[in-house]
């Protein structure tokens, strides 16, 4: 028997994905801006180094927050819920059979060791998927991270560029596709909460 996620453990969850959003946002900037520091629309398009211009400050902060609210997440649910929940899992539609694949994370480690990467053309990687018990392929909610630079845009699904397997689509819709849980992927953000 497959031990499913409760609407009010789901509740729970979607407090902790977006306490931990509001923790790594405000220890990030904290740590690059000082105290109380907050992101500006020009501090965000400003390049990290000169040298190398396609690096901008909100990248940079973007990455900084996501690796942080998945730390608190794994931290704060690890202890009482492991085994039914996956943090950045990988999943893979098989373009023969048109079967979703939870991909092992340690044969996804060596393929990209190997420079396999066209073993994962077309995989996805949402942030947080709750699932049953054991079971990833039992999807039961998508979650991903968002931290807008400055964070008071509004969060927004990133669009596949033209020569990626999902061209002009946006992540939300290819989650839904591949993963198909029965409820909407959602978006997390540190002034927008869970949407």
């Not at 923790?23 to 992101?39: F, I, K, P």
């Not at 994370?105 to 996805?124: C, E, K, T, Y």
Request: charged share 25%; glycine share 8%; hydrophobic share 40%.
């Amino acid at each position: 028997m497959l031990r499913l996620w409760e609407a009010a453990e789901v509740a729970h969850v979607e407090r902790v994905l977006l306490e931990c959003a509001k923790e790594a946002n405000s220890q990030v900037n904290e740590r690059h801006l000082g105290q109380g520091g907050r992101t500006s629309p020009e501090l965000c398009k400003k390049p990290v180094d000169p040298k190398v211009p396609g690096v901008t400050w909100g990248m940079k902060l973007g990455e900084e927050k996501h690796a942080a609210a998945l730390e608190c997440v794994q931290r704060v649910l690890g202890a009482t819920d492991a085994g039914r929940f996956s943090l950045e899992p990988r999943y893979l539609k098989d373009a023969k059979t048109g079967r979703t694949r939870w991909l092992d994370p340690r044969d996804v480690a060596q393929w990209l060791a190997d420079g396999q990467f066209h073993l994962l053309v077309g995989s996805i990687v949402p942030d947080v998927v709750l699932h049953a018990l054991g079971n990833p392929l039992k999807v039961q909610a998508v979650y991903d991270f968002k931290f807008p630079c400055p964070v008071t845009n509004q969060p927004q699904w990133d669009i596949y560029p033209l020569g990626h397997a999902f061209a002009e689509r946006t992540q939300g819709s290819i989650y839904q596709e591949i993963l198909g849980s029965a409820q909407v992927p959602r978006m997390v953000s540190p002034n927008f909460g869970v949407r």
